[in-house]
Each structure stands twice: as structure tokens, then as C-alpha cells.
Nanobody
Framework: QVQLVESGGGLVQAGGSLRLSCAASGRTFGSYSMGWFRQAPGKDHEFLAAISGRTGDTYYANSVKGRFTISRDNNRNTVYLQIDSLKPEDTSVYYC???????????????WGQGTQVTVSS
């Protein structure tokens, strides 16, 4: 079992930045691929970014390239999502998730955090 807790969301003006954090439990954090998703009301989870285990390979959805940056600190069992140039349409609940494999499909991710709300004012 892997437990994930997101933090760092909040209210920010358009054009601003946020750094979301996801703290993970367990002794094997470094072996998991980690992903960030968001879910707006009434919509499915939208893949944003993924990062592999020890090597830290990254993959981004085309829609967020250049604005979103995923990173991880395996010593702290934490994955981050830096979001720059925030837009009102970025408003959503943001989730981190853990997968045994590196990929973008929701079905690959076995463990999910509770989510953190990001609200961007225009």
C-alpha cells in the first residue's frame, strides 16, 4: 500500500505560479513512476505529467508542455508539479498517483492522493 498526500494548491491570479507537492509513504517510493492528473467537475481524470523512478525520465501532455514541470526527490519521498503562467482554465482538483510502470494511462496508476484544489482567478 502506498499513501499519497497532495498539498500546495490554493487561489492564485492568472499569470501566477504554484508548486504542488505530493508526499508518499513507504520504503519503495523510488521504484514507482509518479504522475499528476487533474479532474474538473463532471469530467474524467486528465493526464498532465509523469516521471519515472530512479532515473527521473519525464513525459508531458502536449497541452501543458512549457508551463508544467514535474520533478521528484526520492530522498524525501516527494514528487512536485511546478505550474507557471497559470490560466483560469487550469482551475481543477489536482491529484498525484503512483504506478509500477511509466505511462500516461489512468489505469496504470494503482494509488492516488486525495487531491488539492487549484483555483485561478481571471
Amino acid at each position: 500500500q502506498v499513501q499519497l498526500v497532495e498539498s500546495g494548491g490554493g487561489l492564485v491570479q492568472a499569470g501566477g505560479s504554484l508548486r504542488l507537492s505530493c508526499a508518499a509513504s513507504g520504503r519503495t517510493f523510488g521504484s514507482y513512476s509518479m504522475g499528476w492528473f487533474r479532474q474538473a467537475p463532471g469530467k474524467d481524470h486528465e493526464f498532465l505529467a509523469a516521471i519515472s523512478g530512479r532515473t527521473g525520465d519525464t513525459y508531458y501532455a502536449n497541452s501543458v508542455k512549457g508551463r508544467f514541470t514535474i520533478s521528484r526527490d526520492n530522498n524525501r519521498n516527494t514528487v512536485y508539479l511546478q505550474i507557471d503562467s497559470l490560466k483560469p482554465e487550469d482551475t481543477s482538483v489536482y491529484y498525484c498517483a503512483a504506478s509500477p510502470t511509466f505511462g500516461k494511462a489512468v489505469i496504470l496508476y494503482d494509488y492516488w492522493g486525495q487531491g488539492t484544489q487549484v483555483t485561478v482567478s481571471s
